[in-house]
């Protein structure tokens, strides 16, 4: 959950990218690359500690099915990315220069590039840690005791 609060305000900086130089924008990346790190060295453990959780609690072992569904959601947020560059990028009038290479951006396809660096990613980044925070009601205690109860099923 650090991670992700993190993540969603360090996109902020990134409006200001074209301004701020090479510097800032690496300085800027690299912070949000621990966001992101700090989501994707979590992200199978926690998966983990939800599965024992439902196992304990519905006697049914299904990760498959919710490998499945969360396979699905990674999928298709690739479809919600080509639609919002497909959309965003032709709503600012951007230019692919593989049309015309010597034709300058418009200032509105600029504004357009930052919507899609900084403004989605930071809302979407928002959303899940609202998601994560409002439904992830785990903590240690709780694995330590779903941990026991499996182990005692084991044997």
């Known amino acids: 959950m650090y991670g992700t ?6 996109f902020i900086p990134l409006w200001f990218v074209g301004e701020g130089g090479l510097i800032f ?5 690299a912070l ?5 790190g700090a989501i994707w060295v979590l992200m199978y453990p926690c998966f983990s500690d939800v599965m024992d959780n439902i196992v304990v609690r519905s006697e049914e072992r299904k990760e498959g099915v919710y490998t499945g569904i969360r396979t699905f959601f990674g999928r298709f947020s690739f479809v919600l990315q080509a639609i919002f560059f497909s959309v965003i990028m032709w709503a600012t009038g951007f230019n692919p220069y593989a049309i015309d290479p010597t034709a300058p951006q418009l200032g509105s396809a600029i504004i ?7 403004l989605i990613s930071m809302i979407f980044y928002f959303i899940g840690f609202l998601l994560m925070w409002r439904f992830y009601d785990l903590d ?3 694995v330590e005791e779903n941990k026991e109860l499996l182990q005692k099923k084991l044997l």
């Open 5 to 10: 609060f993190l993540t969603t305000w360090l």
């Open 25 to 29: 924008t690496a300085i800027i990346l």
């Open 32 to 36: 949000i690359g621990f966001g992101i």
């Open 112 to 118: 357009g590039l930052k919507i899609l660096f900084s």
């Open 140 to 142: 240690m205690v709780c």
